[in-house]
């Protein structure tokens, strides 16, 4: 194996103050938090959807529905992909249509991952709009897709790798590049 | 959301339960979990098999089995072609070899099948390169219906190891009775048989469970009674002297559960019911039945061995025959 050298672009607190940015441009862009809705993709996108909303809530002393999606059956590379996909459930308990649908994911990269999940949106119903929040945009997208709240913008090389690593999953705090 | 790591399915054929270990099983039912959510779902079809063409080739009479199969490979977006035997060429005498590789000429990836003779899925599998499941041969093994039979119990009860489990009917010819036992004994549960001396093989404890022809042995402390059906047509001769006395002494009637049952018991069977022989209405009908749930969690269960089978890992893996030399 390669040797691998990875630097730390955001901590505990830089993922914290990002998350609650990306709240108030939010609930900027949207007037308040009436019909608006947090989904977050399996698994790391839908630990920060939580926290969004949770930190939308707080802000407007309300509650915001959140949801979390797992995009597995709608992947265009199941064939390709080196490791077998775990399939979880999707998890929204509630009706989409007419809602703003704030879509969140941890990283954004070609695009795919985000073209997966609006398929399966919409096969939930007919929301008013649909917005992306994104904690990492590293760029190369190979999709027309473009985020609407972005927590860091970090240019990558195409070989490097992003990893999010959140306590729910990771038992650590931080966004590193591996490159 | 669990790290738990998950081991590949790598089988490229599904034919018996016997074959499979209990990790093996718990991936199926796991993704089932999945795959029910999705049958809930406003439009509940995802694109996950687009362009996959699954045969069902039964060579027996079924209905929910077949359909149970047909929905869940449309539920997952693949292409479906039912060769059923009557109109088929097998009444003109065509092998079923050669029906197979006649069917498999057509470029297709799954064959799902039926048939009366114990075995002719794995003869299947070893003569086409298509992923091939069983849906049942002879006495042999049903391994989707104890699948879907396990499954049903980790939803109801939380858990599968250490529940007590009875199966009470016609063991000797059941193939769903053959799969279950295999399934809940890998699962860790504890497995009572129960018959007329005459239904139960010869033998049957060597398979790690327990045999009686007492029906109050069997239901006293169960937590799931899975009651299956008289097989009429399977019983060339007579196996008991009369329907009213098998229903006597083994038909699972309300007075029954009154007496000897728990009082959260789980009630199964496979289908199609004898309504008034192994089940009597009120009970078939009643609150401990689970019936209908099983038949809902079949095509949950069925499209997790599809999509399973359809992106195996191994060597025999849908992949791997795409990017090799076929």
């Known amino acids: 194996m390669e040797f691998q050298k990875s630097s730390k672009i955001l901590d505990g607190e830089g993922i914290k103050r990002s998350l609650q940015r990306i709240a108030h441009e939010i609930l900027e862009k949207n007037q308040g938090i009436e019909n608006v809705v947090v989904i977050g993709i399996k698994s790391r996108g839908a630990h920060l959807a939580e926290r969004i909303a949770e930190n939308m809530g707080k802000i407007e002393n309300s509650e915001v529905p959140v949801g979390a999606l797992d995009i597995t059956m709608y992947r265009d590379d199941l064939t390709e992909v080196a490791e077998q996909p775990v399939v979880h459930a999707t998890e929204i308990d509630f009706d989409i249509t007419g809602k703003k649908i704030i879509l969140v994911d941890d990283v954004l990269y070609t695009g795919r991952t985000v073209r997966c999940a609006l398929d399966e949106l919409i096969d939930f119903g007919r929301p008013a709009n649909i917005q992306l929040a994104v904690l990492v945009d590293r760029g190369h997208r190979e999709l027309p897709i473009r985020p609407d709240f972005v927590g860091k913008n970090i240019p990558t090389a195409k070989e490097a790798s992003v990893e999010v690593r959140l306590k729910e999953t990771d038992d650590t705090e931080e966004v590193v590049v591996l490159a | ?326």
């Open chain 2, 1 to 326: 959301m669990t790290k738990k790591k998950q081991i590949p399915w790598e089988k490229k054929n599904l034919l018996g339960i016997e074959e499979l270990s209990e990790e093996e099983i718990q991936l199926i039912l796991d993704h089932a979990v999945g795959f029910k959510e999705i049958l809930g779902r406003p439009i509940p079809k995802v694109p996950t098999l687009r362009g996959k063409t699954i045969v069902n080739l039964f060579c027996e009479p079924s209905t929910r089995t077949r359909s149970s199969f047909e929905l869940a490979a449309k539920r997952l977006s693949a292409d479906t072609l039912n060769v059923a035997t009557a109109s088929s060429s097998f009444a003109k005498g065509e092998s079923l070899k050669d029906t197979a590789k006649n069917i498999e000429a057509m470029k297709i990836d799954m064959i799902i099948m039926r048939h009366a003779c114990a075995g002719a899925p794995l003869f299947l599998s070893k003569n086409v390169d298509a992923s091939v499941i069983n849906a049942g041969d002879g006495s042999h093994e049903h391994p989707t219906q104890a699948l879907l039979d396990v499954f049903t119990v980790r939803e109801k009860l939380g858990k599968v190891s250490g529940l007590k489990v009875s199966i009470i009917g016609d063991i000797a010819h059941s193939r769903v009775a053959r799969s279950n036992i295999w399934a809940l004994t890998k699962m860790g549960a504890s497995v009572t048989v129960c018959g007329p001396k005459t239904l139960l093989p010869a033998e049957i404890e060597k398979m790690g469970i327990k045999a009686t022809s007492s029906l109050r042995e069997a239901v006293e402390g169960a937590d799931v009674l899975n009651v299956l059906r008289i097989q009429f047509e399977r019983q060339k001769k007579a196996f008991f002297p009369s329907l009213r006395e098998y229903v006597r002494e083994f038909g699972i009637k309300a007075d029954v559960l009154e007496k000897y049952a728990k009082k959260d018991i789980v009630i199964m069977h496979p289908g199609p019911i004898n309504r008034g022989v192994e089940l009597s209405q009120e009970v078939a009908d009643g609150p401990y039945s689970v019936i209908l749930d099983q038949v809902t969690n079949g095509v949950a269960v069925r499209m997790a061995i599809l999509f399973l089978l359809g992106h195996a890992r191994g060597k025999g893996g849908l992949k791997s025959r795409k990017n090799g030399k076929k």
